[in-house]
């Protein structure tokens, strides 16, 4: 009040301006990486953001999702030994003697490494009518 510092008051003043300093100077390391990170988060935001684009009309949601399941499921999947490679690279085999059979009502999940099949074998479904 009087104007005057004293010796431990200019120490404490000096420490706590150091200690903001260091702490500014660590937020303003994290601003180009919070920048970097901001592009796919708005990315992903955008995605869970959109409304699907099956839409019935006014019905309730739960008429609507009722509309897109079937009652019942009849038949089997099966695959016996099926090869297959991509006509542009006949040379690399996607699937080799892939077997598999899912019975009606049976819940079938394929698990695997990126690039052994999985998303092909499910086309191949889609193209045989399967």
């Known amino acids: 009040m009087s ?35 901001m592009k796919p988060v708005r990315r992903v935001a955008s995605l869970l953001a959109t409304r699907p684009h099956i839409e019935h009309g006014h019905r309730a949601a739960s008429e609507s999702e009722a509309l897109l399941r079937p009652t019942s499921f009849g038949g089997r999947i099966e695959f016996r030994a099926v090869t297959f490679s991509y006509p542009t690279e006949r040379q690399k085999r996607v699937l080799n003697s892939l077997s598999f059979v899912a019975e009606p009502g049976q819940k079938v999940a394929f698990v695997g490494k990126a690039g052994c099949g999985k998303s092909t074998a499910m086309d191949l479904l889609q193209v045989s009518g399967g």
């Open 3 to 37: 104007g005057e510092a004293t010796v431990p008051d200019a120490i404490v003043a000096s420490t706590v301006g150091m200690w903001l300093q260091h702490d500014m100077k660590n937020i303003l390391e994290q601003i180009p990486k919070l920048l970097k990170v």
